[in-house]
């Protein structure tokens, strides 16, 4: 499915437009999840039922969540977005340990967390009460 993210407090765009995948359907090839590695190419992304790409780490109580979530390249949210102050602690990069570290450019809302340090993937995992995909191929 294709569409864009907006964010739900101003209603303003948070990516350009995605190509996402869903990984409850068995034919969708799994991400790769290498360590320093984008998650998807940019302009695609995944939705999942998981919080975590972790289902052992640390956001295991999160993980049947009944709101989907979008595992998303990081630099597909970065023009829309601003870091949040004192959450982007890690060792080479964000270890996204300390919750959401992305918020609205335009109203503050938090969007969600990236993760890019070197024991990491490089995603991004939506706050999905924060925002929503708009199909546009319906
Ligand atoms: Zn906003």
């Not at 295991?60 to 970065?78: C, G, M």
Request: charged content about 25%; aromatic content about 10%; hydrophobic content about 20%.
């Amino acid at each position: 499915m294709r569409g864009q993210f907006f964010c739900k407090g101003c209603g303003g765009p948070i990516t350009g437009v995605i190509e996402v995948e869903s990984l409850k359907d068995p034919s969708v090839k799994r991400p790769s999840l290498k360590l320093q590695q984008p998650v998807a190419p940019c302009g695609s992304g995944y939705k999942s039922r998981y919080k975590s790409y972790d289902p052992g780490g640390w956001s295991k109580q999160k993980a049947t969540d009944p709101e989907p979530t979008y595992w998303l390249n990081p630099d597909d949210v970065k023009p829309y977005s601003k870091y949040i102050k004192g959450r982007c602690i890690g060792c080479c990069g964000i270890a996204g340990l300390d919750g959401p570290n992305h918020q609205c450019a335009k109203c503050g809302a938090e969007i969600g967390t990236e993760e890019s340090d070197c024991y990491t993937p490089y995603i991004f995992i939506t706050e999905s009460r924060n925002i929503e995909f708009e199909r546009e191929d319906r």
